[in-house]
């Protein structure tokens, strides 16, 4: 029996109890598909500085770097937030995407048909709605140096971040973002800010290039990132995969994240390049919601974002596809029968607890698979 090994790194706040319910999953899929999983677990953010002092250690880092994949929680919480700057909780998570080089981070904003109402927007504008934000992950303004805050003489201070792309780094996530196109609706819409950054004039170039000289078959559009943020949510419908660098991405992943209804209901891929000789890619696994330490170790979180990322590692770091398309059904299914977390709940609906969304889950895959 294949072996498959993942790390799993729960972290901080509903990191901890979404993670709780992903495991029982696993733990099913072993006993009723043999899927021979394999896992370890460690600390990363609040918990990791509170047992050794840095938001993830070098030995967990190392265990990260070995697994097939990593699933990750959430991070951070009001507890942390004297810490030093380098071992603020979500440095555990910077530096996971940085030694891994996962350089491609993957947002789907799916809008499950019975959930069209709880969006924010009007349900027609949403319902059906699949876009997929291709996020760089490992660098520009994230990890460009200088980045410090340095004092100036007449008692002043200056804070410096910077933004910095290579030619290389946009080609492989305009890659990434033109192959998966072809596996959707054919449309890849690259976002920057050319008219103010010379880092957007070269992504606008290099996005062109990459397009010419092998995708001239998908369709390819480019839109300024304040435009494309006022399109998401004026016509969300327009987009199929949506390219960015590092800081859009994470803004313009909220904005498409809340089309759907809730930030509870986002899964996120993170991967690397695959590898020389395997053509395994590293790859980390993690809903788009933060750790939420509002509602934290009361039972109420949702955990579909992490349930339904634990699907996208079946997909895309083991080729399960039937076993990925299982999980998703059983959480649209679930959804269709009207089982809510608080986050996702209608007028008139009795909210269930995290824990009874797990069992909700489970049950439709014991069915489904009958
Ligand atoms: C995200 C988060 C992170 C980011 C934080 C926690 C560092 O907002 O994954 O979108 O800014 O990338
Ligand atoms: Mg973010």
């Not at 994949?69 to 940085?98: H, T």
């Not at 995969?241 to 993170?270: E, W």
Request: aromatic share 6%; glycine share 10%.
């Amino acid at each position: 029996m294949t072996t498959r090994n993942l790390f799993l790194l729960p972290g901080d706040g509903i990191g901890v109890e979404t993670m709780a319910e992903v495991k029982r999953i696993i733990a099913w899929m072993n006993e009723k598909l043999s899927t021979g999983f394999e896992t370890d677990e460690g600390l990363v953010g609040g918990s990791a500085y509170d047992a050794h002092g840095e938001a993830i250690s070098d030995s967990d880092m190392e265990k990260a770097m070995a697994a097939d994949a990593v699933l990750f929680g959430a991070v951070g919480g009001p507890k942390w937030d004297d810490v030093p700057y380098e071992a603020r909780p979500e440095a555990g998570l910077l530096r996971l995407r940085k030694d891994m080089q996962l350089f491609a981070n993957l947002r789907p904003a799916i809008c499950y048909p019975a959930l069209a109402s709880a969006s924010s927007l009007k349900q027609e504008l949403v319902e059906g709605l699949d876009i997929l934000i291709v996020r760089e992950l490992t660098g520009g303004v994230y990890f460009g140096e200088p980045k410090e805050i340095i004092d100036l003489d007449n008692g002043q201070q200056r804070g410096i971040d910077t933004q910095i792309y290579d030619t290389y780094e946009i080609e492989r996530i305009a890659g990434v973002a033109f192959d998966l196109a072809k596996t959707r609706d054919n449309k890849v819409t690259s976002m920057e800010k050319r008219n103010v950054m010379k880092s957007g004039v070269l992504w606008n170039n290099v996005v062109t290039a990459v397009h010419k000289k092998d995708y001239s078959d998908v369709e390819l559009d480019h839109m300024l990132a304040d435009a494309g943020g006022m399109q998401l949510v004026r016509a969300p419908k327009q987009f199929d995969v949506i390219v960015t660098d590092n800081l859009f991405g994470d803004m313009l992943s909220d904005v498409a994240a809340m089309l759907t209804g809730s930030l509870g209901m986002l899964p996120s891929a993170s991967l690397g390049a695959p590898d020389a000789s395997t053509g395994k890619r590293k790859a980390m696994y993690e809903p788009v919601h933060g750790s939420a330490p509002d509602i934290a170790g009361q039972g109420k979180a949702n955990p579909i974002a992490m349930i339904a990322s634990f699907a996208m590692c079946l997909r895309y770091s083991f080729e399960m596809i039937a076993e990925a398309d299982m999980v998703e059904k059983a959480i649209a299914e679930v959804l269709n029968d009207g089982v809510r977390t608080g986050d996702i709940v209608d007028a008139g609906m009795t909210p269930v607890s995290t824990s009874q969304m797990g069992d909700a889950i489970l049950a439709k895959l014991e069915a489904l698979s009958a």
